[in-house]
């Protein structure tokens, strides 16, 4: 079994266990997916006959935006140990590209969605050209200021509607099928950033930018382009948060830069990386999904986001000092890891 | 001509406390390699205490710094035996520092939050809206007192660490931690007073914030930002280059505010900070440093 690259437990890279690794998934894990998925496309669907459930619709699409914004920021937090508190500038980029030629010209975010999501990928290159200069809190800062900047300058651009933000009309589908293709699109961000996730976890990439977490001097003497590689995996890690801004700003029926370009936003993604477990495939995923369900819990109970706000403090912080390789990767530290949690 | 000189003065004030404000950022990571992310969040929540201090029994936001120091300075040294005792020698200990402080942070903001809402204070006392001539320029008196005390809340800390013995210790720590361990520093004592020290400054500076600047408790992403660039600015882990980073981007950013508009004040920051991280990642005075 391979041990997690990005684990904060200071072991030396083994190749021999790289190497060594079963090849190919076991073919259980991904008969829990293929039904997992199976039911997720039909869920939808079974409006007429069970009736209304707008409600967990809605919370799913929001698990399933989540899973997409933290599984895409793990990329490059995660399998490459960069830090981005700022990975909100590419949501809010996104919701921005979408939202714009839809409040102008009426163009619908469902065929702009992938341009946001490339718009995102290259702000991801160039400010990865700058900001990947430095190491280390130099680079964490940069990206924070990164955010700000975008807050700043979209505030007081008239055309994109200053602080007010832009009105967007509601999509053209009778009230009953509202939130579908909504849901349809937030699974389709999911799936695509778990895919990609993986796709890196198991590529010579993937192995790079472990190197890269693990110690970059050594990885550049080791022939690892270390400069080219990150940049990529920072244009990568933004391409679904890209994509996926862009839905839920028309979802919302509004973008406003305060409800995007926040550090809140940002710290979520962080947040859910980090509890599921940075630096595997399956970690943000169970970040995710947990933090919304506690979230939904909390308010409910609560009433109050600020409450929200202090647990997710708490658990962070909790989860950082005790258990430092998150759910996954403690689970699998200990041998209890279940095989359909298993993807690295 | 003149206009522009008025500018500046206003910056070199502004400049002053924001160097207070930075002081207690650069002295935790100088001595203990903690990138503080929740450094702003404490100078709110300080406010906070100095606005209600103020509103309830009448204390001088100024007069309050004699209370709140000792207090900050006792909470700061609870929050670093609590928190980074713990991951001390942790591989990756300067991220461990960024995630750990980022969820301090929000824990903070969010029980600020939960318990003073989301509108924004000032406390208002009678200086806040004096001024007066010195020649053809004006001076805010509430500007005028926090840049003076400022510095010589500033000027206390140097003294503090060049003539004391902890002073001693405390800039050993900085220069090499390892060899200060050798000579006999007690590393971990050094660390926790200096994070006593960092939050009684940002406890100093929560009473000048509480005049000078509305706030509220999401205010504080925006502060840790702008205080971060300058920090880096400066170069990380230098008092003297806080202080000058400092200095700069208040008037840098006051004459942006007076050329091209209020908003873009800040600016001045993230541009330099960009600017710097291009031409001297390590910043005007800094050390290399180890990611």
Redesign the interface.
């Known amino acids: 079994m391979i041990e997690d690259r990005a684990a904060?437990?200071?072991s030396e890279p083994d190749v021999i266990d790289v190497i060594a690794a079963p090849k190919g998934p076991s073919r259980s894990r991904w008969v829990v997916v293929a039904i997992l998925l199976l039911v997720l496309l039909l869920l939808p669907l079974g409006r007429p006959i069970l009736g209304p459930y707008n409600y967990i619709i809605l919370l799913i699409t929001n698990a399933l935006m989540w899973t997409a914004l933290s599984s895409s920021w793990n990329i490059l937090g995660g399998y490459a140990?960069y830090?981005s508190?700022g990975h909100a500038v590419f949501f809010g980029l996104g919701g921005y590209v979408a939202a714009v030629p839809l409040y102008y010209s009426g163009v619908s975010p469902f065929l702009t969605a992938v341009v946001g999501g490339l718009a995102a990928m290259a702000l991801g290159f160039v400010t990865g050209l700058?900001?990947l200069?430095?190491?280390?809190?130099?680079f964490?800062?940069?990206t924070?200021?990164?955010?700000?900047?975008f807050l700043?300058v979209f505030?007081?651009s008239e055309y994109l509607g200053g602080t007010a933000g832009l009105p967007l009309p509601v999509v053209p589908l009778p009230q009953d099928w509202l939130k579908a293709p909504f849901f349809y699109a937030m699974l389709l961000a999911a799936v695509g950033s778990i895919a990609l996730s993986y796709k890196v976890a198991h590529s010579k990439f993937g192995l790079g930018l472990r190197a890269i977490a693990e110690d970059?001097t050594k990885a550049e003497v080791a022939g690892v382009p270390t400069r080219f590689y990150k940049i990529l995996a920072f244009a990568l890690s933004a391409f679904w948060v890209g994509f996926a801004g862009a839905m839920w700003g028309y979802s919302l029926s509004f973008v406003r830069p305060t409800l995007f370009f926040t550090?809140a936003i940002s710290?979520q993604m962080?947040l859910m990386a980090?509890i599921g477990g940075r630096g595997t495939v399956a970690g943000p995923v169970v970040g995710a999904v947990l933090i919304v369900a506690v979230n939904e819990f909390s308010i409910s109970q609560f009433g109050?986001s600020?409450?929200?706000?202090?647990?997710?403090?708490?658990?962070?912080?909790t989860v950082?000092?005790f258990f430092?390789l998150g759910i996954v990767g403690t689970l699998r530290k200990k041998g209890w890891l279940p095989a359909f949690l298993d993807w690295d | 001509m003149t206009e522009i000189v008025q500018v500046v003065i206003f910056g070199f004030l502004l400049g002053g406390v924001y160097a207070l404000f930075a002081s207690g950022l650069t002295l935790a990571?100088g001595v203990m390699r903690i990138?503080n992310l929740a450094h702003a969040v404490f100078i709110v929540a300080a406010a906070y205490a100095v606005f209600f201090a103020f509103e309830n029994f009448g204390i001088d936001p100024l007069v309050s710094i004699v209370f709140i120091m000792p207090v900050a300075f006792v909470l700061g040294v609870g929050i670093y035996v609590l928190?980074f005792g713990?991951?001390e020698g942790?591989?990756?200990y300067?991220?461990?520092t960024?995630?750990?402080t980022?969820?301090?942070?929000?824990?903070?903001?969010?029980?600020l939050?939960?318990r003073f809402t989301g509108i924004f204070r000032q406390a208002k006392p009678a200086y806040l809206t004096d001024a007066f001539f010195v020649g053809d320029f004006l001076f805010p008196t509430g500007q005028v007192y926090a840049a003076l005390l400022s510095f010589v809340l500033l000027i206390g800390l140097w003294a503090f660490l060049r003539y004391t013995r902890t002073g001693y210790g405390i800039r050993a720590t900085m220069q090499n931690r390892s060899a200060a361990q050798l000579v006999g520093v007690n590393v971990r004592r050094v660390s926790a007073i200096s994070f006593g020290i960092s939050a009684a400054l940002a406890g100093a500076s929560g009473a000048m914030m509480s005049y000078l600047f509305p706030f509220f408790p999401f205010r504080h992403?925006?502060w840790?930002?702008l205080l971060?660039?300058l920090v880096?600015l400066g170069g990380?882990g230098s008092l003297k280059g806080a202080v000058i980073g400092a200095l700069v981007l208040g008037v840098a950013s006051s004459l942006v505010v007076d050329q091209i508009?209020a908003?873009?004040g800040?600016?001045a920051?993230?541009g330099a900070?960009?600017a710097i991280?291009?031409v001297r990642?390590r910043g005007l005075f800094g050390k290399e440093?180890?990611?």
Do not use: C, H, K
């Not at chain 2, 980022?102 to 029980?111: D, V």
């Open positions: 904060a437990d200071g140990g830090i508190l700058i900001t200069r430095t190491r280390g809190p130099a964490i800062i940069s924070i200021a990164l955010l700000f900047v700043l505030e007081n970059e550090v710290a962080v980090i109050s600020e409450i929200n706000i202090v647990i997710a403090g708490v658990l962070l912080v950082l000092l430092p | 990571f990138v928190f713990r991951i942790s591989p990756r300067v991220e461990m960024v995630l750990l980022f969820g301090i942070a929000i824990m903070i903001e969010g029980l939050g939960w992403w925006q840790i930002a971060l660039a880096v990380m508009g908003a873009w800040p600016m920051f993230y900070l960009f991280l291009l990642p440093v180890a990611a």
